[in-house]
């Protein structure tokens, strides 16, 4: 049974840091893609960063520059530094991993991922 959970989530001032993490069992965590999500009050869910089973990332535009996706595959650990936090940052993040095997973050969303978390909310205040 796969199970992923997500951590790290919280209250920031505007500007902040803060660095989530998602742990995956029951798959071969090194050969599924990972992804970010976030979903905020009344807005639809968005893709935020990816990363292959090759290393390869994928960033929104609306984050690039600000966030970095990373794994270690040693641990099954799937992590995201959130830097420059900006209030429209506030949402749900939602960890997921791809159910193919081997496929890469070309295309980015959210229908091929069929192994999602309970989320972890990030609110940043102005």
């Known amino acids: 049974q796969v199970q992923v959970v997500e951590s790290g989530g919280g209250l920031v001032q505007a500007g902040g840091s803060l660095r989530l993490s998602c742990t995956a069992s029951?798959?071969?965590?090194?050969?599924?893609?990972m992804g970010w999500f976030r979903q905020a009050p009344g807005k639809e869910r968005e893709g935020v960063s990816c990363?292959?089973?090759?290393?390869?990332?994928y960033y929104a535009d609306s984050v690039k520059g600000r966030f970095t996706i990373s794994r270690d595959n040693a641990k099954n650990i799937l992590y995201l530094q959130m830097n420059s936090l900006r209030p429209e940052d506030t949402a749900m993040y939602y960890c997921?991993?791809?159910?193919?095997?081997?496929?890469?973050?070309?295309?980015?969303?959210?229908?091929?991922?069929?192994?999602w978390g309970q989320g972890t909310q990030v609110t940043v205040s102005s």
């Open positions: 990363i292959d089973w090759s290393g390869s990332t």
């Open positions: 997921a991993a791809d159910s193919r095997l081997w496929y890469s973050c070309i295309n980015f969303d959210g229908r091929n991922f069929g192994y």
């Open positions: 029951g798959l071969t965590f090194d050969r599924h893609a």
